[in-house]
Structures are given as C-alpha cells and as structure tokens.
C-alpha cells in the first residue's frame, strides 16, 4: 500500500510539474506576436504607427519599452500612415529621438502611406527606407472646421455665446470667421509649419530654402523622397529589418520581437465600448481639425 502510495505522489508531482512548466511556457508566449518563437539573446523591436495618429501613448509606450530592454539593440519602426494630430505626432518623434540619443539604431520602414505626420515621425528615426511607390511627403499643416450658418438659419437654430474674451469661440459652426480670427489662425498655424520644416532641415540635413520649396502639401512617391534626400533607400520591410539587424551588429537574420501584450480583462472591453460609444456621439458634433495631413 505505502509503495502505492508513494507512485500516485510521484506521478502527481510530474503533472503539476508539467502543469507549471506549460503555463510558464504560455506565460512567456503570450509576450511575442502569433506564431513565433521564445528568443534570446539580441533582438530588434518592432513599433507599428498605422492610421491616424491622434494617440501617441500606444507608440510613445512601446518605444520606450524598447528602449529599456538591454536585449533589444535596434528599434524598428512601420509606418502607414496618413498623418494626425501635431502634437501626438511630435512626441512620438521626440520618444524616438531619445531611443536614438541612447545609442541604439532607430530605424523606419514606410509602407504604402507616410505622410505629413507619418513623415514627421520618421524625421526620429537615424534611417529611412522606403517603397518606390509609397506615398510620402504632404509637408504641410492644415485646420479646418463645418460651417453651418445658413443651414442652421433654414431649421431655425440659433447660438447665444457669452464669452469672457473675443476669441473664445473661435471656428464656432454658428458664424463666419472674422478677419481678426483668421490672422490669428494662419499665425498659428505658420509657427507649428515652420516646427515641421526646421525638424525636416535638422534631420535631413538640408537647408531650408530648399526644404521650404517642396513643402507645400505635396505628395512624393518614395522614389521621389529618395531624390530630394528625404528618405535613406529604397526598399521593402523585410530589407529594413535586414539593415536593422546590420545596423545594431546582429548576424544572421535578426529575430524581431513586438512589444508585450496586455491581458486583456473584462474592464478593458468595458472601456473600449465606452471610447467607441464616446466617438460615435463626437463624429455626429461638429468639430475642430488641426493636424499634420
């Protein structure tokens, strides 16, 4: 009976073994994308900025976690997108400058779209590779905003505005822009231009008479950006990733490791549906847009 005893303890003590080891295995799984393998040892991280860029907390996050992790000797970065918001564009340059000022090698690969602020995080990056066919450049910032005076007439709609200064209600759907109000908006909108512009002649190196000549809102093709000097070559994800791993002195073929993923608990779905539920309700508003696009 005792030796009975002591083989079910035995067996026992195997299977929680295992038990502890597969869960630690799906544990340290669940940090890396789909599909690939546990790495050690030295990696390139890799950051994807896609769509618009109106939250940079996701990219600034990954970025900095990147740049922390000892075992990460490059940064790379994807980018596909159109632009966004300026601010959220900035930091996220600015966090990628810092990964840069560290030592490590900061590298972008430009999909089909990199554009205005899409271009303007790339300026962080130590290299830029792009498609021959990517749509990049679009230099330029741009505020807009509905104007709905005379349909707000017809349904008999009216706005009573107390307001403590004369500009508080500026791009107010109710009414026009006064001249005074456009002034003080080209002002504005001139000085975060020239934050584009003096980032794009720092980065690339170029003057900015010669910058200033092409940044008037136009799209380049890669092949184009390549010529003016706005990107560093030509070439598809998989030759960034190359250059990358040649860049931090890996060799081989570098693994690439994406940041690591969040649990993701009833709370966070919770918070997801009230985000969408809040933009649901602000696209139907009218609203002000002042972005790089």
Same mark, same amino acid.
């Given at each position: 009976?005792?030796?009975?005893?002591?083989?079910?303890?035995?067996?026992?003590?195997?299977?929680?073994?295992?038990?502890?080891? %597969?869960?630690?295995?799906?544990?340290?799984?669940?940090?890396?994308?789909?599909?690939? *393998?546990?790495?050690?040892?030295?990696?390139?991280?890799?950051? *994807?900025? =896609?769509?618009?860029?109106?939250?940079?907390?996701?990219?600034?996050? =990954?970025?900095?976690?990147?740049?922390?992790?000892?075992?990460?000797?490059?940064?790379?970065?994807?980018?596909?997108?159109?632009?966004?918001?300026?601010? $959220?564009?900035?930091?996220?340059?600015?966090?990628?400058?810092?990964?840069?000022?560290?030592?490590?090698?900061?590298?972008?690969?430009?999909?089909?779209?990199?554009?205005?602020?899409?271009?303007?995080?790339?300026?962080?990056?130590?290299?830029?590779?792009?498609?021959?066919?990517?749509?990049?450049?679009?230099?330029?910032?741009?505020?807009? %905003?509905?104007?709905?005076?005379?349909?707000?007439?017809?349904?008999?709609?009216?706005?009573?505005?107390?307001?403590?200064?004369?500009?508080?209600?500026?791009?107010?759907?109710?009414?026009?822009?006064?001249?005074?109000?456009?002034?003080?908006?080209?002002?504005?909108?001139?000085?975060?231009?020239?934050? %584009?512009?003096?980032?794009?002649?720092?980065?690339?190196?170029?003057?900015?008479?010669?910058?200033?000549?092409?940044?008037?809102?136009?799209?380049?093709?890669?092949?184009?950006?390549?010529?003016?000097?706005?990107?560093?070559?030509?070439?598809?994800?998989?030759?960034?990733?190359?250059?990358?791993? $040649?860049?931090?002195?890996?060799?081989?073929?570098?693994?690439?490791?994406?940041?690591?993923?969040?649990?993701?608990?009833?709370?966070?779905?919770?918070?997801?549906?009230?985000?969408?539920?809040?933009?649901?309700?602000?696209?139907? *508003?009218?609203?002000?847009?002042?972005?790089?696009?």
């Amino acid at each position: 009976m005792k030796e009975r005893s002591w083989v079910m303890i035995f067996i026992i003590a195997i299977v929680v073994a295992g038990a502890i080891s %597969f869960l630690v295995l799906l544990y340290l799984g669940a940090l890396l994308p789909d599909g690939q *393998r546990l790495a050690f040892g030295d990696k390139i991280g890799l950051v *994807r900025v =896609e769509g618009g860029i109106y939250n940079s907390s996701p990219a600034v996050d =990954e970025i900095v976690e990147f740049g922390k992790d000892d075992n990460i000797k490059a940064l790379l970065v994807r980018i596909d997108s159109p632009g966004g918001g300026v601010a $959220a564009a900035q930091e996220i340059y600015e966090e990628l400058k810092k990964v840069s000022d560290q030592g490590k090698p900061v590298i972008v690969s430009m999909g089909s779209l990199a554009a205005s602020g899409g271009y303007y995080v790339a300026c962080g990056a130590d290299t830029i590779v792009a498609n021959p066919g990517t749509l990049t450049g679009s230099i330029g910032v741009i505020m807009r %905003f509905a104007q709905a005076e005379e349909l707000l007439k017809k349904i008999g709609v009216g706005y009573e505005v107390v307001k403590t200064g004369q500009y508080k209600d500026i791009g107010s759907p109710s009414r026009p822009l006064s001249s005074e109000e456009r002034v003080l908006l080209t002002d504005l909108l001139d000085d975060v231009y020239d934050q %584009f512009v003096s980032v794009i002649v720092t980065e690339r190196n170029l003057s900015r008479e010669y910058v200033e000549g092409f940044s008037d809102g136009r799209l380049l093709t890669g092949r184009q950006a390549y010529e003016m000097g706005l990107v560093d070559s030509l070439g598809n994800f998989q030759d960034a990733i190359m250059l990358a791993g $040649a860049m931090a002195g890996i060799d081989g073929e570098p693994v690439v490791v994406t940041p690591r993923r969040k649990s993701f608990t009833l709370w966070d779905l919770l918070n997801e549906l009230a985000g969408a539920a809040s933009k649901a309700s602000q696209s139907s *508003r009218m609203s002000l847009e002042y972005s790089f696009r």
